[in-house]
């Protein structure tokens, strides 16, 4: 399966990720942008590339998580492929969930 992990900069730094990836290993392939790709490539084009081929798609939640710019495109950009959500809450605890939850102007048809 093709995890992509959604996350907040802010407040997740990459030891944090590292734990993250680790923690997620079971779900198979795990896409994380920060631990995946070198800096200096088109990030835009390396998301959108991981967001066509995820199978699912991990919120990892978090204070600063639904305010930033880049976390918002890219729940908007997995809500209109359809990839089912799950949240990874800050107790380390994992649930399914709908798009709304996060940005609740998000919808799905």
Same mark, same amino acid.
């Given at each position: ?16 990720? +590292?734990?993250? @990836? ?6 198979? $392939? =795990?896409?994380?942008?920060? %631990?995946?790709?070198?800096? /200096? &490539? ?28 880049? +976390?918002?495109? @890219? ?6 492929? $359809? =990839?089912?959500?799950?949240? %990874?809450?800050?107790?380390? /605890? &994992? ?15």
């Amino acid at each position: 399966m093709n995890a992509f992990v959604s996350y907040s900069r802010r407040d997740n730094p990459l030891g944090r990720l +590292t734990e993250i @990836e680790a923690q997620l290993s079971h779900l198979g $392939q =795990v896409y994380i942008d920060d %631990l995946h790709h070198p800096r /200096g &490539i088109n990030r835009h084009a390396a998301v959108i590339a991981a967001l066509e081929t995820a199978e699912v798609f991990i919120a990892v939640m978090s204070p600063n998580y639904p305010h930033t710019p880049w +976390t918002r495109f @890219e729940v908007s950009e997995a809500a209109r492929r $359809q =990839v089912p959500l799950l949240l %990874l809450t800050t107790n380390d /605890g &994992i649930r399914s969930a709908y798009y709304d939850e996060i940005l609740p102007a998000t919808r799905t048809a």
